[in-house]
């Protein structure tokens, strides 16, 4: 009989991580709501994406190639939108709720 595998906690605490500065992206788009297309605003809602693609690479260098394409591909996703002229809200709002989505499942596969 072969012992289980534990789950590595590493993937598990960078997508903790990820989750928790993903909920403070959003909040902060929320609450500049159209002054976010401010060029200012624009500015630092690129600053403000730092910690969050930090955490998207921390967590698919430990995931397997399936899951991290999806990650890598939403967060170009968001990235485009951030770099529209002028950013494109509704766009990263909704690649913000997929990759909150894909979080969600990678820690579902992960605690099962």
Request: with cysteine.
């Amino acid at each position: 009989m072969s012992p289980e595998v534990e789950p590595s906690p590493r993937p598990i605490r960078s997508l903790l991580g990820l989750r928790a500065a993903l909920h403070v992206y959003r909040t902060t788009i929320q609450v500049l709501g159209e002054q976010a297309r401010e060029p200012d605003r624009r500015r630092e809602l690129l600053t403000l994406w730092r910690p969050c693609q930090e955490r998207l690479d921390a967590l698919t260098d430990v995931l397997p190639v399936e899951s991290a394409g999806l990650l890598r591909l939403l967060r170009q996703e968001i990235e485009d939108g951030l770099l529209d002229d002028p950013p494109s809200l509704p766009a990263i709002a909704d690649a913000l709720d997929a990759l909150e989505e894909a979080c969600e499942q990678i820690l579902l596969d992960a605690t099962i």
